[in-house]
């Protein structure tokens, strides 16, 4: 293999756009980090799908100006992809219906010619394939990343592979675990869901409904939490219990031999995962009990998912053609 | 393909043994039904196996005394079959560990030698596969099958394969969707499950409870239902929320495009389904909508499951053989 053959790998976020030029071993040959422009509904997002196709066109420069090969190109995006229309709809990037596949194959084809395939993924999905394949979920066949960030979504790794569900599946930040009165509204317009509790920003939200006093997200309710403020640790309490309740049923409907947690909240460690652990040990009868481990490759998992599914197409074309 | 050429297929359930001599094409050349010995604990349900074993090799004798070749044999049981060892653990049938692979293997080798290979799978999941081969989910790729019977499992059909989870997955059944006071403890040794209040045992027993008549099965409690008793639709009731409850949750995790419900209490029809979906549209804001409709295998759904399992794995040796 041409040690100079590289992908163009770019995790679109509501914020920042995480890059990089990754060669087939998975070497990161040069990261950056880009800022996302402010979503407008008015123009449907497209200031951010410009600054998308520009990022993209600019890696794929600087690799062909530093010598590189330019293979394939892997974007991931926090939404809904429609496999068959490679559309997509993100609430965040103000996307709805936004023909993301076709602007890309435009882009790609006038800088680099027909030859370079483009792979569109959603970014938790990417982030879990990358734990699968080069993290912590690496060696598993039934298998689950679980980032609890600001919101919360699941990859499943299903008898060896990873889910797509036509891009529907691991919707589990979004399945309900919060009954009766507790039950609050989420933004999906279901009540009770996982995230209204568990996510790092539930967790603050609900810190300052509790107390009038607003904190800067969930690190420091944690913080809080390490100095014995009791509200901190009430919604700290409900958290915990949420994604017991969740990763139960995930163990129960799904056999998953380990679950790493990602997202901002792991950087808790020990705090977060044994009383989870414990949690979900105390609640098992006849299930396969899973490992509970933290993620291990942060932020850049989902830059390295979409660099590891770019390369997967580069090799599928490649047999193909043979 | 030789017309002749056949599989022995037994489902193998709690009272009864179906049974089958099947075509690649999926015809029935023969059927049966045989009982099942009542399984003692003392001997580790032996009396189970050595019928099941004796009923596998009269099947294959009776195909070669009709001139045809036996080409695999599957079985399908009620419990959770360890891949690895072949063996399985079924409460009905006192099997703990049983080595029925090995069993199997020895009991067709003798009748057969060494060339027919052996299936075993769960009685659900072959039910679900049987379905969705040549049933009610034909030409799906994400849906589910859900028998409610006297227990409840779910065979889940995930990007067009059906998941094993290594045996253990699709324990929707055993999933919680009763919560606070009104859980009650299941046989599993958990709180809340689904079937505790959805399976057809559930609804007969607790009308019972409520009531303090004996009901001749959750048919009795239907046939009171449409009487207009309001024990009975209380029960009913109860189900069909939590079994809403199911649904949602399946559908925001796993993103199926079809739900096919089988197992006793499907003979309600509409009744049944008309309200799931009811239900189920409510709820659901921005997953996709499932259709909910009935199976259609009905009691021969888990055998002929089996029958296209031992064909597929009779195709896959001769693939090999190659």
């Given at each position: 293999m041409d040690p100079c053959e590289v992908v163009v790998a770019v995790d679109l976020g509501g914020t920042?756009?995480?890059?990089?030029?990754?060669?087939?071993?998975?070497?990161?040959?040069?990261?950056?980090?880009?800022?996302t422009p402010r979503a407008d509904?008015?123009?449907?997002?497209?200031?951010?799908?410009?600054?998308?196709?520009?990022?993209?066109?600019?890696?794929?420069?600087?690799?062909?100006?530093?010598?590189?090969?330019?293979?394939?190109?892997?974007?991931?995006?926090?939404?809904?992809i429609d496999a068959e229309h490679g559309t997509v709809g993100a609430e965040n990037l103000e996307w709805v219906g936004t023909p993301v596949l076709a602007e890309l194959q435009a882009a790609v084809r006038a800088a680099h010619g027909d030859h370079v395939p483009i792979?569109?993924?959603?970014?938790?999905?990417?982030?879990?394939?990358?734990?699968?394949?080069?993290?912590?979920?690496?060696?598993?066949?039934?298998?689950?990343?679980?980032?609890?960030?600001?919101?919360?979504a699941a990859a499943m790794i299903v008898d060896g592979s990873l889910v797509s569900g036509d891009g529907y599946a691991g919707e589990?930040?979004?399945?309900?675990?919060?009954?009766?009165?507790?039950?609050?509204?989420?933004?999906?317009?279901?009540?009770?869901c996982l995230e209204t509790v568990?996510?790092?920003?539930?967790?603050?939200?609900?810190?300052?409904?509790?107390t009038g006093r607003t904190v800067d997200g969930a690190r420091e309710v944690m913080q809080l939490l390490a100095a014995g403020d009791p509200d901190a640790a009430q919604v700290w309490h409900d958290a915990l219990a949420a994604l017991v309740d969740a990763l139960v049923l995930y163990t129960t409907l799904v056999a998953p031999t380990r679950i790493a947690i990602g997202g901002g909240l792991v950087g808790a460690g020990e705090t977060l995962l044994q009383p989870l652990r414990e949690g979900v040990h105390a609640r098992l009868t006849f299930?396969?009990?899973?490992?509970?481990?933290?993620?291990?490759?942060?932020?850049?998992?989902?830059m390295l998912g979409a660099a590891q599914m770019a390369w997967d197409r580069a090799g599928a074309d490649e047999e193909e053609q043979r």
């Open positions: 920042r756009m995480k890059c990089g030029l990754v060669a087939a071993d998975g070497a990161v040959l040069h990261r950056e980090t880009r800022p509904a008015r123009d449907g997002g497209r200031a951010v799908l410009d600054a998308l196709l520009e990022t993209v066109v600019e890696l794929g420069q600087k690799a062909t100006a530093e010598g590189h090969r330019v293979r394939a190109v892997g974007v991931v995006v926090p939404g809904v792979v569109l993924a959603h970014d938790v999905r990417a982030g879990g394939y990358a734990e699968f394949r080069q993290g912590a979920l690496a060696g598993t066949t039934n298998s689950m990343f679980l980032p609890l960030g600001t919101g919360i589990l930040g979004h399945s309900k675990f919060i009954h009766g009165d507790a039950a609050e509204l989420c933004a999906c317009g279901q009540w009770g568990a996510s790092a920003a539930a967790m603050a939200r609900r810190y300052t409904a509790r299930q396969r009990e899973p490992e509970i481990v933290a993620a291990v490759l942060g932020e850049e998992a989902g």
